[in-house]
């Protein structure tokens, strides 16, 4: 009973949340439904929209965010894993709360150490996670250099293809995903990070080992730094 448990602040997008628990179950060290990490989920859709909440004018969704940490402290919780990206521009205000929250940002350094560890990288995301620079600002001191798609880009490909997936249209995001892929490999990216949740689902969707580039998937990196929170190497 004195285990660890996970807060999980999720419901940014219902589908993103639901595919983190099952990756955070898939990769767990685990022989036995007792192995796991007790987990709460909070799946919350009605938080308003994050990108128009920054660039639009949009309904803040902080009160909303706070509601559910408040609730998952109630429950329990000992940590709080955000499986979403662009919500990490509240962090900050989120942490003020008194639980720490596993950066998404800083899980998704980790998995891109192993596969590009300097250089130039490709980084894919919501416009606001984008221009708020929650990647940029904090692979860039580590030694990374982040190329973006373009604005033509995110309007024609990256922006449509999240909204697919929200819409549950998963399978029609891969190819205008797969191209924005393709682009940032071009301009010379040695990795492209996924930096949105929705965004792996429709790489998934379609043949992403065919992709040039290897490829951070925010969801896995977040759910390994969750596994190494609950139960760490001794």
């Known amino acids: 009973m004195d285990e660890p448990i996970l807060g999980v ?22 022989d036995r439904d007792q192995d796991h990490i007790p987990t709460v989920l909070w799946s919350d859709p009605r938080v308003p929209d994050r990108t128009r909440g920054k660039l639009a004018g949009g309904a803040d969704p902080l009160p909303w965010l706070l509601r559910g940490i408040r609730g998952l402290k109630a429950a329990g919780a000992g940590a709080i894993a955000i499986p979403c990206n662009t919500a990490h521009g509240w962090h900050d205000a989120l942490a003020a709360e008194g639980l720490p929250i596993l950066h998404i940002v800083d899980a998704a ?32 001191t580590q030694g990374w250099t982040c190329l973006v798609p373009d604005e033509a880009e995110m309007q024609a490909r990256v922006s449509p293809a999240i909204a697919l997936v929200k819409a549950n249209r998963v399978a029609e995001a891969y190819e205008p995903l797969a191209e924005a892929v393709r682009s940032l490999a071009a301009r010379g990216a040695r990795a492209v990070v996924l930096g949105c949740t929705e965004i792996p689902l429709g790489i998934q969707a379609g043949p992403w080992q065919t992709l040039p580039v290897p490829l951070v998937d925010t969801i896995d990196a977040l759910a390994h730094a969750a596994i190494a929170w609950a139960k760490p190497v001794s």
């Open 109 to 140: 350094a980790t998995a891109l150490r192993q596969v590009a560890p300097s250089g130039p990288i490709g980084l894919l995301g919501t416009a606001a996670t984008l221009r708020m620079r929650l990647y940029q600002d904090r692979l860039e």
């Open 9 to 30: 602040l999720g419901g940014m997008g219902p589908l993103a949340s639901a595919h983190f628990m099952l990756r955070l179950t898939m990769l767990t060290p685990a």
